[in-house]
């Protein structure tokens, strides 16, 4: 029974494992921008959010891919982004942004402390991260 129940669990950490290898290669896309925060949305779930962004700079004027069956933790349009990720602590309007997809990093600059933060660019898993961006963006 031992045997059997590490059996299971090796194959499904295997497939966990490689379903996030293949979403994490899906963020290797070239995407960059960078910008000022001008609003953030905070949902119920934990500190997962959408961050507003004015577009100071971007290496392509849109991107929107279809949020099913994955989604992208970012759009683009109309000279703004949405960045939806866990919304760091003390972040607010008019902090720096700084999105590079290859690196799979997400940069912040508070501009009132003058410190630095680097987050992890992943792909939106949750369904009710999903249900929350539908509900919320404002870039449709």
Known sequence: MLITFICVMAIVRYFNKRD???KD???????????????IKTSTNHS??????????TNTK???QPQKPNT????????????YTA????????DIVIV??????????????????EGALQMVGEGIDE???????SLR
Request: charged share 20%; glycine share 6%.
């Open 72 to 83: 992208f933790p970012y759009k683009i349009k109309n000279g703004q982004a949405e960045l």
């Open 87 to 94: 919304v760091p602590d003390g972040i607010s309007a008019g």
């Open 48 to 57: 997962f959010g959408i961050i507003l962004i004015s577009l100071d700079s």
């Open 100 to 117: 590079n997809s290859n690196l799979q990093k997400e940069f912040y600059y508070y501009i009132k402390s003058k410190q630095s933060f």
């Open 25 to 39: 290669k899906m963020l290797e896309n070239n995407i960059y921008f960078k910008g000022k925060v001008v609003n």
């Open 131 to 137: 249900d929350y961006i539908n509900e919320n963006s």
């Open 20 to 22: 996030t290898t293949r």
């Open 62 to 64: 849109e991107f929107n």
